[in-house]
């Protein structure tokens, strides 16, 4: 098993991310934490990942407070 930590940034990065660690043809499970009420900008990324990784299983919760490396 393999995990890899993103935090989002910008459509052009997330792309750029997407493109160097993975296949279009990988499985893979993508979890998606979002504490965003902003629904056009998380349905852009969300559809960015489907199209990029056609073949993920792509899984989100909403949150007040993102955990990453420790820091909130």
Known sequence: ???LNYTYESQEA???FIETFFSPF???L???FCGEVDVPKVTSV???IKNALPN???IGAS???E???GHV
């Open 56 to 58: 993920s299983v792509i």
């Open 1 to 3: 098993m393999k995990l």
């Open 67 to 69: 955990i990453k490396n």
């Open 26 to 28: 990988d499985h893979l």
């Open 30 to 32: 993508i979890q998606v």
């Open 46 to 48: 969300l559809s960015l």
């Open 63 to 65: 949150t007040a407070g």
């Open 14 to 16: 997330l792309k750029t």
